[in-house]
């Protein structure tokens, strides 16, 4: 069974690809497994939940919503604040996380490529109003996705390449679940990427990858 029998025809042979993502990495047991990782390496018991103390964290945040200030809150809690850099989000990035997949199955590196990552920007733009998960049209192999939370660019790849488990490569088809998104970003003739990341207007993260030569053509492997 080929890969075009899990999707319609324009997306097998253009690349396209479509994922929706939950709000990954902001829940409760997500900051508490980061603090306890870090405590458990020297030695410290595990740091546990607090509604109580979340929901002053919660109130004081929407304080700052007005002017992102890195200012404490002055009570009587330990405190911690960080600003964010654009971390996951450059070029190298999205290209580190795409090549750690391909590298995985012995194809060659993608690269970076400025044309290409002004026509996703472009598009991205285009869907601020939206967040839609509509593809382009156009000549480039694409995926989307859109995300909550800190959605970065390298959690919607590596998103994309989970879908390795549901690639069979001698059938060449997705066994048990969407895999186009991972073989696009494993495709072995696409060697250059571009990709951009913007906030829509509801919130959340639109990112998209666009790939040159695309990939998932009919009838052939991506490596």
Known sequence: MGLCRIALALMCLTGLALVHVSQAQN???DYVNAHNTARSQVGVGSIAWDNSVAA??????NQRIGDCALK????????????VSHAQNSPQDYVNAHNTARSQVGVGSIAWDNSVAAYAQNYANQRIGDCALQHSGGRYGENIAIGSGDFTGTAAVNLWVSEKNNYNYDSNS???GECLHYTQVV???????????VRCNNGWFFITCNYDPPGN????RPY
Do not use: E, T
């Open 27 to 29: 829940s409760p047991q």
């Open 56 to 61: 002053y964290a919660q109130n004081y945040a």
């Open 72 to 83: 404490h809150s002055g009570g009587r809690y330990g405190l911690a604040l960080v600003h």
């Open 174 to 176: 997705c066994v048990g």
């Open 187 to 197: 495709w072995r003739n696409s060697v250059r990427v571009g990709c951009a990341r």
């Open 217 to 220: 053509y009919v009838g052939q």
